[in-house]
T-cell receptor, first 112, second 115 residues
Framework: TQLLEQSPQFLSIQEGENLTVYCNSS?????LQWYRQEPGEGPVLLVT?????EVKKLKRLTFQFGDARKDSSLHITAAQPGDTGLYLC????????????FGSGTQLTVLP | EAGVAQSPRYKIIEKRQSVAFWCNPI?????LYWYQQILGQGPKLLIQ????????DSQLPKDRFSAERLKGVDSTLKIQPAKLEDSAVYLC?????????????FGPGTRLTVL
């Protein structure tokens, strides 16, 4: 069974602070995705990383895929209240059937 | 483009009752997924359809859960009989082909409470 562990589970910070969320596994994934989920809605894809060591930036969000493709991090610079939500990482297995294994999520609250 | 539609949005039932959820994927999407998301956890895949065929249902509790996707479009997920531990949000997602290059688009989910 492939497991993804996310840390921290909960994070509450003030507007303007920086933060990093981690996603770790003992398994190798062909790609890894980060989602954000708001209350009453489904997860929305933020980014997909596919190459070991890859770094992607999306405005104030920086995503990194570990060299061994077993871990990933999400860094948010100058967090804003609109960043509040549940951040989920999900690893994809190789093969023709695309299946995702989700982490348990990090609940981020950015206080104004 | 319309997103993934799910109904109902909320459902409260007593244990041992039956319940059904409906999902309408994005038009033209061949692959449909049902996930269970228990409070405080990430979504867990229950079943994956490719058109109207099942690709993977290894994590579906088949003694009480069933799902179908007639005509390869809409899908229903049924629980009979429900248990307390089935309380969760049931998410439906769809993607174009279900390959590694695809993005999964999620619906808003159905929140089930079993009393």
């Amino acid at each position: 069974t492939q497991l993804l562990e996310q840390s921290p589970q909960f994070l509450s910070i003030q507007e303007g602070e920086n933060l990093t969320v981690y996603c770790n596994s003992s398994s190798v994934f062909s790609s890894l995705q980060w989602y954000r989920q708001e209350p009453g809605e489904g997860p929305v894809l933020l980014v997909t990383v596919v190459t070991g060591g890859e770094v992607k930036k999306l405005k104030r969000l920086t995503f990194q895929f570990g060299d061994a493709r077993k871990d990933s991090s999400l860094h948010i610079t100058a967090a804003q209240p609109g960043d509040t939500g549940l951040y989920l990482c999900a690893g994809a297995t190789s093969g023709s059937a695309r299946q995702l294994t989700f982490g348990s999520g990090t609940q981020l609250t950015v206080l104004p | 483009e319309a997103g993934v539609a799910q109904s109902p949005r909320y459902k409260i039932i007593e244990k041992r009752q039956s319940v059904a959820f409906w999902c309408n994927p994005i038009s033209g999407h061949a692959t449909l997924y049902w996930y269970q998301q228990i409070l405080g956890q990430g979504p867990k895949l229950l079943i994956q359809f490719q058109n109207n065929g099942v690709v993977d249902d290894s994590q579906l509790p088949k003694d009480r859960f069933s799902a179908e996707r007639l005509k390869g479009v809409d899908s229903t997920l049924k629980i009979q009989p429900a248990k307390l531990e089935d309380s969760a949000v049931y998410l439906c997602a769809s993607s174009s082909h279900g390959t590694s290059a695809d993005t999964q688009y999620f619906g808003p989910g159905t929140r089930l409470t079993v009393l």
